[in-house]
């Protein structure tokens, strides 16, 4: 079992930057892709972001290309998604999730999630 617990969200204005961070605990963090979704009201969970076991590869949606950047600290057991230049359509639910995959960018490949942190940004 891996448990993941997201913090990090809040209430900003468009234009403004948050931090999300996912803690692990568990089985061994190093193991596993770790990936970032997000789910907004009425609509179906969507990927955001994922990154490789040492982190030197990610992938994007492009709805969040260059302005999000996933990364992660195996010595802390944390994943990042640094979140820049926000905009009202970045309002969800932001799920963090491990994966035994490989970049994988399909919400069902992912076997252990977080509850989430809701995330609000203001037009």
């Known amino acids: 079992q891996v448990q993941l617990v997201e913090s990090g969200g809040g209430l900003v204005q468009a234009g403004d930057s948050l931090r999300l961070s996912c803690a692990a605990s568990?089985?061994?963090?190093?193991?596993?892709?770790m990936g970032w979704f997000r789910q907004a009201p009425g609509k179906e969970r969507e990927f955001v972001a994922t990154i490789s076991r040492n982190g030197p590869s990610t992938y994007y949606a492009d709805s969040v290309k260059g302005r999000f950047a996933i990364s992660r600290d195996n010595a802390k057991n944390t994943v990042y998604l640094q979140m820049n230049s926000l905009k009202p359509e970045d309002t969800a639910v932001y799920y963090c999730?491990?994966?035994?995959?490989?970049?994988?960018?399909?919400?069902?490949?992912?076997?252990?999630w977080g509850r989430g942190t809701q995330v609000t940004v203001s037009s």
């Open positions: 568990g089985r061994t963090f190093s193991n596993y892709e």
């Open positions: 999730a491990a994966t035994s995959g490989s970049l994988e960018f399909v919400s069902g490949r992912y076997r252990y």
